[in-house]
């Protein structure tokens, strides 16, 4: 059973940093894309980034282009996403999701970031 | 990168069809045939419903179809069911090799 397990979520202040990782188990990690999804409360879905399977190649979204770095560690079947100056609207549930062929076809509970003063 | 325009909402009463639509540009959903769509019920998970403009996964009820005429995609439930209640999100690759979700839509069974 594919199972996508994040943690690392929290409360933190505006300019903080912030490392989320996603454990995978019951298929081979180290195969497939993966990806970081959010969604703000009551909000919807946004893309922030994905990464190759050997980690070689990443992506961003515009948003979090040169504040959050996707990378990964198969030998440890995880993802991360490392989070630098946050800021309010930043808030959000973050979740991971297998990647590859262009879908998402398992996703992670999801962690909860939340951004205040 | 702009969401791609849904309606925020769409209704129907058990048993009728219903269609969602999924507006992009030439650079999203217009470039490509990687558009999949998303179903997330109150307090869950997003779950593949749709991939590659019309394919359906293995689970997923034949009732759901997908298909894309220029840059505009479209999701459309038949022989609808309470279950079927939720958000729906599209979702397209783009020409910026990155993605981009829809603003999603609320389908009420009335």
């Known amino acids: 059973e594919v199972q996508l397990v994040e943690s690392g979520g929290g409360l933190l202040q505006p300019g903080g940093s912030l490392r989320l990782s996603c454990v995978a188990s019951?298929?081979?990690?180290?195969?497939?894309?993966m990806e970081w999804v959010r969604q703000a409360p009551g909000k919807g879905l946004v893309w922030l980034s994905e990464v190759r399977s050997d980690g070689s190649v990443t992506n961003y979204a515009d948003s979090v282009k040169g504040r959050f770095t996707i990378s990964r560690d198969n030998a440890k079947n995880t993802l991360y996403l490392q989070m630098n100056s946050l800021r309010a609207e930043d808030t959000a549930v973050y979740y991971c999701a297998r990647g590859g062929y262009f879908r998402n076809d398992y996703w992670g509970q999801g962690t909860l970031v939340t951004v205040s003063s | 990168q702009s969401a791609l325009t849904q309606p925020a909402s769409v209704s129907g009463s058990p048993g009728q069809s219903i269609t969602i639509s999924c507006t992009g540009t030439s650079s999203d959903v217009g470039a490509y045939n990687y558009v999949s769509w998303y179903q997330q019920h109150p307090g869950k998970v997003p779950r593949l419903m749709i991939y590659d403009v019309s394919n359906r996964p293995s689970g997923v009820s034949n009732r759901f179809s997908g298909s894309k005429s220029g840059n505009t995609a479209s999701l459309t439930i038949s022989g609808l069911q309470a279950e079927d209640e939720g958000d729906y999100y599209c979702r397209s690759y783009t020409t910026s090799s990155n993605y981009v979700f829809g603003t999603g839509t609320t389908v009420t069974v009335l």
């Open positions: 019951g298929f081979t990690f180290s195969t497939y894309w």
